[in-house]
Structure formats: C-alpha cells, structure tokens
C-alpha cells in the first residue's frame, strides 16, 4: 500500500541550529512530494516541491530538501532555525491527478 | 496558480445539525478534492469531486454523512450531515491547477459541534 512516513512526530531545536524533518515514501513509481508548513490557526503554506530534475530543491523561507530516490526519502532542512519556523510540517505524496497523501505531520519547537 | 476561498471560516454547530461548507475557485478546474483534519492530526482525503459525476468518497466517508455537490468548474459544497461532536475540524478543499502539478489549498473551514 502506498504510504507516507514521518518518524519524528515532535523535534525541538535551538534558534540558530540546523534543522533536518525526515518524510519516507513507499510508492510503485516515483511520485511527486511536498513539504507544508501549518502554523497554528493558520492554513496550509507550501514550502517547496519535486516533480523530476535536481534533486536538490530550493523552497520559501530558506527551505531545502533533497529526493533520495535510493532511499524513497524527501528531507526537508534548513541551515539556520528562526523562532518564527516553529510550527507543523507535512510532507505530501502523490500523482497529478490524485489527491495528496500526507504523512502524519512534524511538530517543530524552537528554543532559544 | 488557483485562489481558493472557503465560506464559512469558522462555525460553532449544535449536535444533530448540518452545515453546508462552500469552496470557489478563481479558474476553471477539473478536480476538486476535500480533506477533513482532525484536531492535532493530519489530513485525511474525504473526496474527490469532479464536475459533472458523483463525488468519490475514500473508505471510511459516506455520502449520506458528507453529501458533496460540484455544480460547475469553479465551485463546490461539503455538507457535513447530523453532525456529532466527532464532526468537529477543520474541512479544507484543495485542487490541482496549473500546467504543473501542484495543489492548491483553501484556508479551511474550522468546524466546533457542541
């Protein structure tokens, strides 16, 4: 069955340390990902994605993530926290055409 | 790129009650798909609406629950029936607009069933 993983359901970071979200796909052929980021009370921002070409891809904010299609993974990081990043990520799954397959979410706690 | 506006942002429902929540989309699309987080979860797909057929409900969801219309390319509804506090979330739509594939999400609809 397709899935998508998030192990990490809490992180806590300090600001200004580097951040790493993990997202691990199990899918027959390689889909296209995403990273959201959810900020509470708030909807649904899109911080970057992959649809084919580098892997390496450049998001909003000072995000990046990298596909690892060896590893079926799609991390998302960040080289420098600011206390405004704290919030949930979800990275999402899924053909053009069909809905998005979100894994269960990353709470992210920044400390100063 | 694809606006999305949600009518209502908020409702705070009596158990029993329905409440019909409306999604419009500023261009035209083909695919309309509806999504019910939980508090503290993730999303979960209700539906998936294209305009001219019955809505396609994922296991777990049933018409007669959430009765979903999609009168044209550019709007849609999502009846949340007899609801329970169990109801209570946030409904978002989303759809995929654009030559590449992307998704677009509303801002939701944060629904409170007392």
């Known amino acids: 069955a397709q899935s998508v993983t998030q192990p990490d359901i809490h992180i806590t970071v300090s600001e200004g340390a580097s951040l790493e979200l993990r997202c691990n796909y199990s899918?027959?052929?390689?889909?296209?990902l995403f990273w959201y980021v959810q900020s509470p009370g708030q909807g649904l921002q899109l911080l970057l994605k992959?649809?084919?070409?580098?892997?390496l891809v450049q998001g909003i904010k000072g995000f990046e993530a990298e596909f690892k299609r060896s590893q079926s993974s799609f991390n998302l990081r960040k080289p420098s926290v600011h206390w405004s990043d704290a919030a949930e990520y979800f990275c999402a799954v899924g053909y053009s055409g069909y809905a998005l397959n979100f894994g269960k979410g990353t709470s992210l706690l920044v400390t100063p | 790129s694809a606006v999305i506006s949600q009518k209502p942002s908020r409702d705070i429902c009596q158990r029993g009650t329905s409440l019909t929540i409306q999604c419009q989309v500023d261009s035209q699309v083909t695919m309309m798909f509806w999504y019910r987080q939980q508090p503290g979860q993730s999303l979960t797909l209700i539906a998936t609406?294209?305009?001219?057929?019955?809505?396609?409900?994922e296991s777990g969801f049933v018409i007669d629950k959430f009765p979903i219309s999609r009168p044209n390319l550019t709007f849609s509804t999502l009846t949340v029936s007899n609801m329970s506090p169990e109801d209570s979330s946030i409904y978002l739509c989303s759809v995929e607009a654009g030559q590449s594939y992307e998704q677009y999400f509303g801002p939701g609809t944060r629904l409170t069933v007392t």
């Open positions: 992959y649809f084919s070409g580098d892997t």
């Open positions: 899918y027959g052929a390689t889909p296209y």
């Open positions: 609406a294209n305009q001219g057929s019955e809505a396609t409900y």
